[in-house]
């Protein structure tokens, strides 16, 4: 009974103290709690020039204060005619920066990830999340300020061919920089009274992606709603609009849908 108890603590003060840093299309430089496992399954899609989805299945883990590590599984149908297993990845974060005080904080954090994929690589954006195989590395900074959280990351990303005999084309970029830019905002509660109380976010990001040397990039804007139900369930609706491309890429104009469930004080 302790245990569960120490657990809704945490809960509650967790999540709706910084709701509004979970962002949909990014992660913060905060981590989850100490010792909390996070389960999303998510579901990208695009609607033109046919209707193409992938599906990943993710698990978050809180190893500490400072380390966080997830690892994510790719299907989709992006590159075949039925649903392909495509591949993994993995992602480890480290939080090396806190200037905490009452109701805001500035936070830094490296982070890492890798993956393994098996698919054809015909698009110019190298992209690990069931795309290429390769590695990325970067940092981020985040700034909460009350209900308002604004954070930026830039990022170095190395592609080598994909498993499978699928080579990256000569005419194809091997090393790409990633940026972006988001800003979270806690709409609901007005008041926080009790941990079962739902809270609703608003989101607004900058994604963007450039192959130095090669003339290709873009900049999407992605706003973001997310519920959160119990302190414990998450649900997350996304769509990217482009606002310049001079790039080939799936990601252009790809909604996103997510649930995700999570489990304190293991």
């Given amino acids: ?16 103290a910084f709701a509004q840093e979970l962002y949909v299309n990014t992660e913060p430089a905060s981590n989850m709690a100490t010792h909390s496992l996070g389960i999303r399954v998510e579901n990208q899609g695009f ?3 046919i209707y193409k989805t992938r599906s990943t299945l993710e698990v978050m ?24 297993f495509e591949g993994g990845s993995a992602y480890a974060k480290f939080r090396f920066l806190s200037v905490d005080s009452v109701q805001r904080h500035f936070r830094g954090a490296f982070f890492a990830k890798i993956s393994a994929i098996n698919n054809p690589i015909p698009n110019q954006e ?17 700034q909460l300020l009350h209900k308002l959280a604004l954070s930026g990351s830039a990022s170095y990303l190395h592609a080598w061919n994909n498993f499978g005999g699928n080579i990256i084309p000569t005419v194809n970029a091997h090393d790409a920089i990633g940026y972006t830019l988001s800003a979270g905002y806690l709409t609901l509660p007005k008041h926080y009274k009790s941990y079962d109380q739902i809270n609703l976010n608003l989101y607004a990001e900058l994604l963007g992606k450039t192959n130095p040397g090669y003339g290709q ?19 997350d609706f996304s769509y990217r609009i482009p606002l310049y491309s001079t790039i080939e890429r799936n990601t252009a104009r790809v ?11 293991l």
């Avoid at 190298?126 to 985040?142: A, R």
């Avoid at 990039?217 to 649900?235: C, E, G, K, M, T």
């Fill in 217 to 235: 990039s873009y900049l999407d804007a992605a706003p973001a709603v997310q519920l959160i139900f119990n302190s414990l369930i998450r649900v």
């Fill in 47 to 49: 609607f033109s020039p």
């Fill in 126 to 142: 190298i992209t690990l999340e069931g795309d290429n195989s390769g590695l990325q590395s970067g940092v981020v900074f985040t």
């Fill in 61 to 84: 883990y809180g190893e500490s204060r400072s380390v966080m590590l997830h690892g994510s599984l790719y299907v989709s149908d992006y590159y075949h005619n039925q649903q392909h």
């Fill in 255 to 265: 909604y996103l849908v997510r649930v995700e469930y999570n489990l304190f004080n």
């Fill in 1 to 16: 009974m302790k245990r569960f108890l120490m657990a809704l603590v945490i809960v509650a003060t967790a999540w709706p």
